[in-house]
């Protein structure tokens, strides 16, 4: 009934599985990866017509994680997987952008791609068998794809690299690189790093490509037991071709004007213009055979020949830099009055407000997943309006794009945050680009390291980003440090890198071309360091340490440990007694299993408060400290005196006074504010005297022995 193909693979120590032929037979792929026991069923379709008018490449990927796959149920009320998470997002992310590179110019047929986590076991991520299996899943598929690509994972454990490792291997790691490439070379970088030097990451990057290479070999072994018959790749039409040349004659004068225009606006404007001249001219009338879409493609083509060839000719770029320079920075903190921490990151047209608010345990964000559960203290949130760009769009929920640069920068700054038991708080950065023209990703990185330190979070070292460009024609090639966003489009890489003066925190390459070779990585990655190096500079102009205390608006958060069998106590039946302390001290309690309780306010006041509240009800009698108490019950033998909350000690009736007492009543009655002493503790109960301390004073009395 199948016709099934399979090749085993043992990769890096570990049985690598990759199977077609069984499941989703009717996808143009299909093929099921499996490390360990971790399972992805990866499939890819391609729509075997082009939309009407269609001048663009749709390329979809969809990474899904399927909750039974753990041997969970979804929480919530539906008990449904719903909307993707930020890991599918990020990850759907990582499966395109290595991917995209290697489809012809000229084939725009539809292509989606979905990966489905079937199987979970808690150690071999899911993500690496995703990227492969789409890899292999395409290549099978007959679709037009320069691949395979291959891809790994490298930390680094114990001074050594490491290839895949395992969930639990990492969490001794100082890096989590994925890598992914072709033969030839590299397409794709991702990485989090404990500042690693540029020498490290390099060896890093190049050691997961030397060890993804198996991997290529089995798709390659796979497909040529199962692959479908190869789609014809659409040629590039002579008329098109003349048709391109004809456009670049229109607009190539205005272009080159429009390239020596230093202001953005002036820029996009000046192109506009030519655009519109070239679509006046030349746009079929009957709009069917050379459509507006068309010729407005033509003129970007154009756009590419002149920048590109301008910066390889000259070394000069668009806004008159050469290839190192990078633009004017002015770097702010504390701009803003009311919030926790702020900062104002300006470099040339990329401008960010990055805004810091310190919170509680209270404030965590719950995460639920494949891994588990747990609770995120350190968030950091990008948003891109549309007027950042000078334009009119819509608004609505983060995209992918938005979570991708929040996490990014998210990483960079993730290896210099303090730790929790250091400092307490639960952290939330939110970076509102207000200008954008080159790397905005990096220059939140920047503006985030200046809000935390500005907000008094005690950061191991500033980190800074840097966006680098490449232009590659043939042999000849530039790398740019500080790319415009135009530089971005028009060129073949996307290099960004982030850290500390000391190393690395995060790295994340796309190449738009087929490969990079190392010997570019080397140069980008030296000229990154420089360029890192200088925007510190700028950013210490403004502040270089964090400040000292919190801000003034924040709250203040003091930790006390309690012994755990008194958590009961604090807490009272069904939450009665920390209810209390919460409504009349105005403090906010957190208390942890070990008994660790957390104490939080604007302000000293509440805090302390609650604070001693609390040691009232934990605290053990001390024998020969002083009390002030009241009197809560009188009897023939002594009176029962309140010293601390839910304690009553006992007053003898021979300790009420220095005299001879003949009746209680004669010396105290309930209600009464006394001062008395605590003389010991016998059998789980207090004595007490009220005749060894001076009422008036809370002093000690010498009493002398009769006799």
């Known amino acids: 009934m199948f016709n099934v193909s399979r090749q085993t693979l043992n990769w890096a120590g570990k049985t690598i599985t990759l199977e077609s032929g069984k499941i989703a037979r009717q996808a143009d792929g299909a093929v099921m990866v499996t490390m360990g026991e971790t399972t992805v069923l990866v499939t890819a379709v391609a729509a075997k017509n082009i939309k009407a008018g269609q001048d663009f490449f749709p390329l979809s990927v969809h990474y899904q994680e399927k909750y039974y796959a753990a041997g969970k149920i979804p929480g919530g009320f539906f008990k449904r997987e719903g909307r993707p998470t930020e890991r599918e997002t990020l990850i759907s992310r990582l499966i395109d952008r290595p991917i995209r590179p290697l489809f012809p110019k000229a084939f725009l047929n539809e292509v989606q791609v ?48 490491v290839l895949n490792p395992t969930i639990d291997e990492m969490k001794e790691s100082k890096l989590d690189l994925i890598v992914a490439g072709t033969r030839e070379g590299v397409l794709m970088v991702e990485s989090e ?21 198996p991997m290529i070999d089995a798709i390659i072994s796979l497909a040529e037991q199962c692959a479908k018959d190869p789609w014809d790749i659409p040629a590039a039409a002579a008329e098109k071709d003349a048709l391109q040349a004809k456009v670049h004659q229109y607009v190539a004068a205005d272009l080159k004007e429009a390239y020596s225009l230093r202001v953005k ?33 033509m003129v970007k083509e154009a756009e590419a020949e002149i920048v590109r060839g301008s910066i390889l000719d000259t070394g000069t770029r668009i806004d008159g830099r050469d290839t190192k320079t990078i633009r004017p920075i002015l770097a ?52 891109f309006p549309p007027y950042s760009v000078g334009e009119a769009g819509r608004m609505g929920g983060a995209g992918r794009r938005e979570i991708g640069h929040g996490k990014l920068a998210w ?87 982030a850290g500390t003066e000391n190393g690395i925190t995060a790295l994340q390459m796309d190449i738009k071309i087929t490969s990079i070779t ?28 964090a400040r000292d205390g919190l801000n003034a608006n924040a709250p203040q958060i003091v930790t006390i440990k309690i012994p755990k069998e008194k958590i009961r106590e604090v807490i009272g039946s069904g939450g009665s007694v920390i209810r209390e302390i919460v409504e009349k001290t105005g403090a906010k309690i957190d208390i942890e299993e070990d008994g660790t309780i957390k104490v939080s306010a604007v302000g000293n006041e509440p805090i302390q408060k609650a604070i001693e509240w609390i040691k009232g009800i934990t605290a053990e009698p001390e024998i020969g400290k002083v009390y002030d108490g009241t009197v809560v019950k009188i009897m023939e033998f002594g009176a029962f005196v309140n010293i601390m909350p839910k304690t009553d000690g006992l007053v003898h009736i021979s ?15 309930e209600g009464d504010k006394v001062k008395v002493k605590c003389l010991g503790l016998e059998k789980g109960k207090i004595k007490l005297s009220m005749k060894a ?12 022995k009769a006799g």
């Open 114 to 161: 979905i990966a489905t986590v079937l199987s979970y076991d808690q150690q071999h991520e899911s993500d690496i068998a995703a990227l492969v299996g789409a890899s292999a899943a395409l290549t099978i598929s007959g679709v037009p794809f320069m691949g395979p690509v291959g891809a790994a994972r490298v930390g680094y454990v114990n001074g050594e690299l």
């Open 193 to 213: 790093a404990s500042e690693l030097t540029e020498d490290k990451m390099l060896e890093a990057v190049m050691f997961g490509w030397r060890g993804f290479q």
């Open 265 to 297: 606006q002036d820029r996009v404007a000046k192109i506009k213009e030519a655009k519109a001249k070239a679509v006046a001219a030349l746009v079929d009338p009957e709009g069917a055979t050379v459509t507006q879409q068309m010729i407005e493609g």
């Open 332 to 383: 702010e903190a504390g701009i803003l009055p009311r919030v926790h921490g702020s900062a104002l990151f300006t470099r040339g047209e990329t401008q960010a407000i990055v805004v810091t608010t310190l919170g509680t345990g209270d404030d965590e964000q719950m995460i639920d997943g494949l891994q588990g559960t747990y609770d995120e203290t350190f968030m950091l949130h990008y948003n």
């Open 411 to 497: 990483r960079a700054i993730h290896p210099m945050m303090p730790e929790k038991e250091k400092f307490p708080y639960t952290i939330r950065v939110v970076s509102e680009i207000t200008e954008s023209n080159g790397s905005s990703s990096m220059a939140t990185v920047c503006g985030t390291s200046l809000a935390l330190m500005d907000a008094g979070v005690p950061l191991t070292k500033p980190v800074a980003g840097i966006a680098m460009g490449l232009i590659k024609e043939g042999d000849r090639f530039a790398v740019l440090s500080d790319i415009l966003g135009d530089e971005d489009h028009l060129g073949d890489m996307d290099f960004k890198v």
């Open 518 to 545: 190392e010997e570019i990585m080397k140069i980008a990655l030296a000229q990154a360091q420089q360029g890192r190096i200088h925007i510190l500079g700028e950013m210490n102009k403004a502040l270089n340490s």
């Open 655 to 669: 300790e009420l006074a220095a005299r001879r007492v003949a009746k209680v009543e004669d010396v105290v009655k």
């Open 693 to 704: 301390i001076d009422q008036a004073t809370g002093e000690d009395i010498k009493i002398e």
